[in-house]
């Protein structure tokens, strides 16, 4: 039997066999006759079919999938829906949207064409999808033909900039669509990493976490995904604890903050793991060249470890990188090159160098080594013979350290984030963290069974309650900012 992440997106004819047969398909039957009606008042046919991919929320394991590592993420309910069909007459890319805030955007039917980074659209996030699957087809040797126009039509319940990958939903969801538009399908973990690679075109260098869940995920499991082969491993959650996601309310801008934030931190890694390998013996020239991440040296770190007694990679960050930020100069003094030469082959690295003012290795290598240990220390956690109430205490308290490294060492927390993990943690939560890229969106909370309705209660009061007489958010909207949720599946075709 094939490994669930070797077989091709699931084909349906029922909205059911994905979205159940709770009020959650009830849900899900408004937005399909909603979104065909749309779509026949837009575009004056109905659509060809439409894919689904849902958005994530990671448990474990935070930045350190762009560095080889693997993390521990579920599915959530909340999805992004595109409708699509293929047009034989005029060739442009029609890409509207159910929520009449976001315009139709139009593009040339030209899978070379640039997107331009300088003029952020919505509608980008479909191109890099549209890019993504040419490029993958022509490396595949698959002959699409010439370019025909899409209409498309997107609906989407993840929220915008919560670090629930609204991003990756979308453009999974997409890249599936086109697919399916071009009658053809792959097997899960070809579709993962090619989305994956989809999200580059503009300009985020995402590890893959997002686009593997999305695509890869099961009903009732969080997955323990791993890089470099793609796959996926199911991790039943223990009995007893639910995971309440909350929003901080402050939007998550990855692709606009990069070069500060995101692609900063992947700058800072390479940087960090150069240094390692060269104070661990490597020539400069090696490890410029053969060194991508703090994965691949973590070998030498772990050698050197066991010559001191011990095990632990970070030992070698203590004693070999020091906890002051590194300038420019200093770093370029220990790899003997200029660092624009280092990254000459990535535009977004370049600007990164151009914003940065220093880099502080010591502590991206510290989150990034302990928080690879949590996210096995987690799993080992699920798989033992504790007792229930027993793992979701040990699985709170690595949630709460995971918080304490992306906030200290990783500094990708926000006020916001850091008021609603503490106001989590003092009503009731076994563990709660920032999840996603950060710098604002959602925190994750585990929390007894038991106690979830009264919990949310508490949260609407003490964090969201100010807020709403502010006018920050409307009270009828609270349930779209925090929600419990289980498990949920993973990217679909619909056929009906």
């Not at 909603?34 to 991919?53: E, W």
């Not at 939007?251 to 903050?257: F, L, N």
């Not at 390479?270 to 661990?280: E, F, N, Q, V």
């Not at 709660?432 to 309705?453: E, H, M, N, Q, Y």
Request: aromatic share 8%; hydrophobic share 40%; glycine share 8%.
């Amino acid at each position: 039997m094939m490994r669930h992440e070797e077989v091709p997106i699931p084909i349906h004819s029922a909205l059911d066999e994905v979205y159940g047969e709770s009020s959650q398909l009830e849900e899900a039957q408004l937005r399909f006759h909603r979104l065909k009606t749309k779509f026949h008042k837009v575009f004056g046919h109905l659509p060809q079919l439409c894919a689904r991919s849902p958005g994530r929320v990671n448990l474990i394991g935070e930045h350190i999938d762009y560095e080889g590592y693997s993390v521990l993420p579920m599915a959530i309910r909340q999805d992004t829906i595109v409708a699509i069909r293929r047009s034989e007459g005029e060739k442009v890319l029609r890409i509207a949207n159910v929520n009449d805030k976001y315009q139709m955007c139009t593009y040339p039917a030209d899978p070379n064409q640039e997107i331009d980074l300088k003029n952020h659209k919505w509608g980008h996030y479909f191109i890099c999808g549209y890019k993504g699957f040419y490029e993958f087809s022509r490396s595949r040797g698959i002959d699409l033909g010439a370019p025909v126009g899409l209409d498309v039509l997107i609906d989407g319940t993840v929220p915008t900039g919560s670090g629930l990958s609204s991003s990756a939903a979308l453009v999974c969801a997409s890249t599936i669509a086109i697919m399916a538009a071009f009658e053809e399908n792959f097997p899960k973990k070809e579709i993962a990493q090619l989305t994956c690679e989809c999200e580059r075109h503009i300009g985020t260098q995402s590890g893959g976490m997002d686009q593997a869940i999305s695509v890869m995920a099961k009903t009732g499991f969080a997955e323990l995904i791993d890089f470099n082969p793609i796959r996926a491993t199911d991790v039943q959650l223990p009995a007893g604890g639910t995971f309440v996601v909350a929003h901080s309310l402050a939007e998550s801008q990855k692709a606009v903050t990069a070069a500060t934030n995101y692609n900063n931190r992947v700058v800072e890694c390479r940087l960090a793991s150069i240094l390692l390998a060269i104070k661990l013996g490597m020539k400069p020239q090696d490890a410029i060249l053969n060194v991508k991440t703090l994965s691949d040296v973590e070998g030498l770190c772990i050698s050197y470890a066991s010559n001191h007694g011990s095990s632990d990679p970070n030992l070698a960050v203590k004693e070999l990188l020091k906890e002051e930020p590194y300038t420019l100069d200093e770093i370029e003094k220990i790899t003997g090159e200029n660092l624009e030469s280092i990254f000459r082959n990535s535009a977004s690295s370049l600007d990164v160098l151009k914003a940065a003012k220093h880099f502080k290795l010591y502590q991206r290598a510290s989150h990034v080594y302990s928080e690879a240990k949590r996210v096995h220390a987690f799993k080992d956690t699920v798989s033992s013979d504790l007792s229930d109430e027993d793992k979701l205490k040990n699985l709170g308290d690595l949630m709460n350290a995971s918080h304490y490294s992306c906030s200290v060492l990783y500094e990708c927390s926000c006020p916001e984030l850091e008021e609603l993990v503490n106001i989590c943690k003092e009503n009731g939560a076994l563990g709660a963290r920032l999840t996603g890229a950060g710098w604002g969106g959602c925190a994750v909370a585990l929390v007894k069974d038991s106690i979830v309705p009264q919990f949310i209660l508490n949260l609407k009061e003490k964090f969201y309650q100010s807020r709403i007489s502010r006018g920050v958010i409307n009270n009828n909207d609270l349930g779209l900012y925090v929600f419990a949720s289980k498990p949920s599946s993973g990217a679909a075709i619909f056929k009906f």
